[in-house]
């Protein structure tokens, strides 16, 4: 396994790899302010995460590489009822890509939401032109299933995305 949940002794190392990435990960991210480079905009989001994984709204997961961490990927807005759908978000730091790591952590990740929480779909978007994270979607077999305008606003503008969806191939009715 090369994914594992969050707690809150991560903060200082994922500070110090979005600072290290901050220019790598600019064009598919909000833009950020200065404070979010440090421990402590860290711990408090890995707070509100770990709270939420308690509530169970969503599964705040480490990448590892080793003993580092090389990013993360978290299973996002867990829908309950008639929905039982969650969206999937990931990045690597710069230096860790290339290596199949996203597209490891992918496979975990959907193991783990289509056993231990049992959803019936996965959703992600990516920006039109993001060629490696859909790659990273369709090695998985997750498909387009169109274009959600203006969805996200990404550097400083509200971009359209790419919308794919999985299905949970142990539930067909
Ligand atoms: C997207 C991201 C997670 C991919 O991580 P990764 O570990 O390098 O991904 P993998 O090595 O598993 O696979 C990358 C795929 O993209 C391909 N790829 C990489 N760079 C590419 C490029 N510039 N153009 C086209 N394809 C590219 C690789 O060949 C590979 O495809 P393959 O499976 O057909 O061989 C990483 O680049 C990243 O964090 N990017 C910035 C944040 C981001 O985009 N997050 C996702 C938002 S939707």
Redesign the pocket.
Known sequence: MITRIASLDDAEELAELAHASRD??AP??PIRDESFYTAAAQRSFLEHNLDAYARGAMVPLIITDGDRIA?RININDIVRGAAQFAHI????GQQ?????????ALGEAIAHAFTVLDLHRLQ????LH????Q??LA?HGFEPFGVAPRYLRIAGRWQDHVLFHLFNPAQSD
């Open positions: 790598f990960l598919w991210e990013g978000g990931y990045f690597l860790y890509t290339g290596r199949g790591l996203a597209s490891r992600a978007g990516t920006l993001n060629t490696p994270s790659r990273v090695r």
